[in-house]
């Protein structure tokens, strides 16, 4: 069966449904341990006044011939799970749809689950896999056996990965729809949040951290970038490509590794806040002081998982506010720049209960 879903997906190419070229031109609350100074008490549990669904059911991540992007009433919420040395992240729209990108490795798989249900997940609307290294889709075997997904994206690397060959053997069992979006493409989610496809250019030239798949969110007057694990090279190829990655809220790339987050980078996407997911006591010494540090230079409000727990940042459209698992700054406070329609709240929050130490996870599949 494999090298029929392989002989699919070279057929299908950018014709897969769900992601299209860019136009011309609520739901599930997380569940934050604590009350956020002046943020929004949380979604509605159904769809926001001012948000037209879109065209299609409950589980599936639709496809227009002319996606329209428009902003209206509810809350973005973009969840950093602290799921230790590796990368999980869940988006929850206005419209109440759901993405996860990446769901950290074998042993993360538990701990992503255990936070979708917190946050009333149902179903996954997309599942995104940046690219095939165990820290990143290891945990996908838990949830794919107690969530269904609309659409799984993968940046269509070659691997042969033990790992890798089996999210593939279970999406194509469970019969997932499977896309590998490009660069210039969208991925049609919510009318109300722009999903900008940035890499991989498909080509496939270079290593894997070279073709990573990149995303850009927006709502209204704020947007998330996505970065994955990409490399130093990507970076200086999206910003000579002229490619918009300035964002409000950038996901550091390689959990603040020195192979990434290069001052130019930085100063293109000039974030006013920066997530680093990193495990506690990792073998690579994640992050580094020299990212912490290009970080502070632009000006970014730092936040590290392993600090600070699950770090949640909702906007609202035209501001963002962040609450984290625990109280603990990973830096300095910060002067952040005074933009009227851009404001940051961190707040200090009250952990959930017992959190289980992960000082002692390592990453295999994956380089430091």
């Given at each position: 069966?494999?090298p029929?879903?392989?002989?699919?997906?070279l057929?299908?190419?950018?014709a897969?449904?769900g992601?299209?070229?860019?136009?011309?031109?609520?739901?599930?609350?997380?569940?934050?341990?604590?009350?956020?100074?002046a943020a929004?008490?949380?979604?509605?549990?159904?769809?926001s006044?001012?948000?037209?669904?879109?065209?299609?059911p409950?589980?599936?991540?639709?496809?227009?011939?002319?996606?329209?992007?428009?902003?209206?009433?509810?809350?973005?919420?973009?969840s950093?799970l602290?799921?230790?040395q590796?990368?999980?992240?869940l988006?929850?729209?206005p419209?109440?749809r759901?993405?996860?990108?990446?769901?950290?490795?074998?042993?993360?798989?538990?701990?992503?689950?255990?936070?979708?249900?917190?946050?009333?997940?149902?179903?996954?609307?997309?599942?995104v896999a940046?690219h095939?290294?165990?820290?990143?889709?290891?945990?996908?075997?838990?949830?794919?056996?107690?969530?269904?997904?609309?659409?799984f994206y993968?940046?269509g690397?070659p691997?042969?990965?033990?790992?890798?060959?089996?999210?593939?053997?279970?999406?194509?069992e469970?019969?997932?729809?499977?896309?590998?979006?490009?660069?210039g493409e969208?991925?049609?989610?919510?009318?109300a949040?722009?999903?900008d496809?940035?890499?991989p250019d498909g080509?496939?030239?270079?290593e894997?951290?070279?073709?990573?798949?990149?995303?850009?969110?927006?709502?209204?007057?704020?947007?998330?970038?996505l970065?994955?694990?990409?490399?130093a090279?990507?970076?200086?190829?999206?910003?000579?490509?002229?490619?918009?990655?300035?964002?409000t809220?950038?996901?550091?790339?390689?959990h603040?590794?020195?192979?990434s987050?290069?001052?130019?980078?930085?100063?293109?996407?000039d974030?006013?806040?920066?997530v680093?997911?990193?495990?506690?006591g990792?073998?690579?010494g994640?992050p580094?002081?020299?990212?912490?540090?290009?970080?502070?230079?632009?000006?970014?409000?730092v936040?590290q998982?392993d600090?600070?727990?699950?770090?949640?940042?909702?906007?609202?459209?035209?501001r963002?506010?962040?609450a984290?698992?625990?109280?603990?700054p990973?830096?300095?406070?910060?002067?952040?720049?005074?933009?009227?329609?851009q404001?940051?709240t961190?707040?200090?929050t009250?952990?959930?209960?017992?959190?289980r130490?992960?000082s002692?996870?390592?990453?295999s599949?994956?380089?430091?």
């Amino acid at each position: 069966m494999r090298p029929l879903l392989l002989l699919i997906v070279l057929g299908l190419g950018l014709a897969s449904a769900g992601c299209t070229a860019p136009p011309a031109g609520t739901g599930p609350a997380p569940v934050p341990t604590a009350q956020v100074t002046a943020a929004p008490s949380g979604p509605p549990a159904a769809t926001s006044p001012g948000i037209t669904a879109p065209p299609a059911p409950v589980g599936s991540v639709a496809s227009t011939p002319t996606p329209t992007y428009t902003a209206g009433r509810g809350t973005l919420w973009v969840s950093v799970l602290d799921i230790g040395q590796g990368d999980a992240l869940l988006v929850q729209t206005p419209a109440g749809r759901t993405m996860l990108v990446d769901a950290g490795d074998a042993d993360a798989g538990w701990e992503v689950v255990t936070a979708l249900r917190e946050r009333d997940t149902g179903v996954l609307d997309a599942a995104v896999a940046t690219h095939p290294h165990a820290d990143h889709i290891g945990g996908f075997r838990a949830v794919f056996a107690r969530f269904p997904v609309g659409r799984f994206y993968d940046a269509g690397y070659p691997s042969t990965s033990a790992t890798y060959e089996e999210i593939l053997t279970m999406i194509e069992e469970q019969d997932y729809r499977y896309s590998t979006p490009t660069r210039g493409e969208t991925i049609d989610l919510d009318p109300a949040i722009r999903v900008d496809v940035l890499s991989p250019d498909g080509q496939n030239a270079g290593e894997i951290h070279d073709n990573m798949l990149v995303l850009r969110l927006t709502y209204g007057r704020t947007s998330f970038l996505l970065a994955g694990d990409m490399s130093a090279d990507l970076e200086r190829e999206l910003v000579s490509s002229g490619a918009e990655v300035d964002s409000t809220v950038l996901k550091v790339a390689h959990h603040g590794s020195r192979s990434s987050s290069t001052t130019a980078f930085l100063e293109a996407v000039d974030p006013e806040v920066a997530v680093i997911s990193v495990g506690t006591g990792n073998p690579y010494g994640h992050p580094t002081g020299e990212v912490l540090l290009r970080l502070t230079a632009v000006g970014s409000k730092v936040f590290q998982t392993d600090q600070s727990g699950t770090v949640t940042v909702s906007s609202d459209g035209t501001r963002v506010t962040v609450a984290t698992e625990r109280s603990a700054p990973s830096v300095p406070p910060l002067a952040l720049p005074t933009l009227a329609a851009q404001t940051v709240t961190p707040v200090p929050t009250v952990p959930r209960g017992p959190v289980r130490s992960r000082s002692r996870r390592s990453t295999s599949g994956a380089r430091p």
